[in-house]
């Protein structure tokens, strides 16, 4: 039976070639070929005859289906795909200084249960394989290529589409590190984040087993316990004060920073006292606050604060000394803006 191609690492390959006795060279020209030509046909180019047979009878190309394509105003893109058992993920390409985010789902659905997130709300299905995640990357590309060949490059990923990506570590792992090898997809480090609900399991995986040298962010939400427990419920079993810890003492390169995102929730969490508390909890640590006004969805009981509310919850925290952005929302009108994915849960048979 043939597998995915897009489920090996450079390694798994060279492991692979060696305990197929094929020579090696050619493991860098198909992640060559596959990654930076982006050709979804068995490599021809250069390689051995032995290892086209073996690629050939071993290997599958097929990327999951985009079943559905939704394009915003301001040129964000929302990917609707249907996987091999009928499931579907979203994808989102989000147009930045002038080149493109991809936002990756690791899951279908989230067993997080956030009370603010569409995903959230709707349980787990299953865990997506690195192939599917990769699959997602691969699939973007291949649309920009197609409907913007002008522009069309991919230079963040982010993991904040469906899922809780350190709930499936593993593959979320494995993905990284095809995002950042060199002979394929080349992404840098600190182009790619992981962002967590505070998912202690994983993130003592991420400090003991290691993870490649990837940018990590933090949905923080609230400093109080009481309110967090509302939005994020694993946090009555995932206390933020070993959590916090846990996040700083993660390695994050060269002079980098730790993200704490911050979803603002009119008249919940968006006080001057919110504020202080958190600028207080953050002071003096390496970090960056993305401040998220809430994207609303159907039947959400919750609304974004106003204007003025948001922009003195941010001056709050910058008199601490921590460097605060408001998230611009994007593809708000296609529900491709944070927390509103959904559809990972139905099979359409
Ligand atoms: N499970 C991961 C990543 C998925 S969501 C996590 O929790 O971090 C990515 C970000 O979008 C998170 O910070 C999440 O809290 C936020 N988010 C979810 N629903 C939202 C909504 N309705 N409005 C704004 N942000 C939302």
Redesign the pocket.
């Known amino acids: 039976m043939r597998t995915s191609f897009y489920q090996y690492s450079l390694q798994d390959l060279f492991d692979l070639f060696q305990a197929h006795d094929l020579h090696p060279a050619g493991v860098s020209r198909l992640y060559n070929w596959h990654y930076k030509k982006k050709k979804i046909t068995p490599c021809v180019d250069e390689v051995a005859k032995k290892t086209i047979d073996f690629v050939k009878k071993n290997f599958d190309f097929s990327l999951p289906q985009i079943i559905k394509t939704q394009v915003s105003d301001d040129k964000t893109v929302k990917l609707l795909f249907e996987l091999e058992d009928k499931f579907t993920v979203e994808s989102v390409i989000i147009p930045f200084q002038g080149k493109y985010t991809v936002c990756l789902s690791s899951q279908v659905g ?1 067993a ?1 249960n ?1 009370s ?5 709300l709707q349980g787990l299905k299953r865990q997506l394989k690195t192939e599917e995640i990769i699959g997602q990357f691969m699939s973007a590309g291949l649309w920009l290529l197609e409907h913007r060949p002008d522009d069309y490059q991919i230079q963040n990923v982010v ?7 350190l709930h499936n570590f593993e593959a979320v792992k494995k993905s990284c590190e095809i995002f950042l090898s060199q002979h394929g997809l080349s992404l840098a480090d600190h182009k790619i984040t992981i ?3 505070g998912y202690l399991p994983g993130l003592k995986r991420w400090v003991t087993e290691g993870m490649p040298d990837v940018n990590i ?3 923080l ?1 609230s400093p109080f316990k009481e309110k967090r427990d509302k939005l ?1 419920p694993i946090n009555k079993n995932f206390d933020l004060s070993e959590v916090l810890p846990l996040v700083d003492s993660i390695p994050t390169g060269r002079k980098r920073f730790v993200t704490y ?1 911050y ?1 603002l929730i009119k008249d919940f969490n968006d006080s001057l006292e919110d504020a202080h508390a958190t600028g207080k909890l953050l002071a003096g640590k390496k970090a960056f606050i993305n401040l ?6 159907p039947l ?1 009981s ?1 609304e974004r604060p106003e204007k003025e509310k948001i922009e003195a919850f941010r001056t709050t925290l910058e008199s601490y000394q921590i460097p605060t952005l408001v998230r611009v929302t994007k593809g708000d009108e296609i529900l491709a ?4 994915l959904n559809t990972g849960l139905k099979k359409q048979s």
Not at 116 to 120: D, I, K, M, S, V
Not at 159 to 165: A, D, L, S, T, W
Not at 337 to 340: D, V, Y
């Open positions: 989230c997080m956030c603010f997130c569409h995903t959230g993991f904040m589409g469906q899922g809780e990506p962002s967590t609900a962010a933090l949905s939400h994020i995102e979803l998220i006004p809430f994207n609303p969805f959400s919750f803006a944070c927390g509103q």
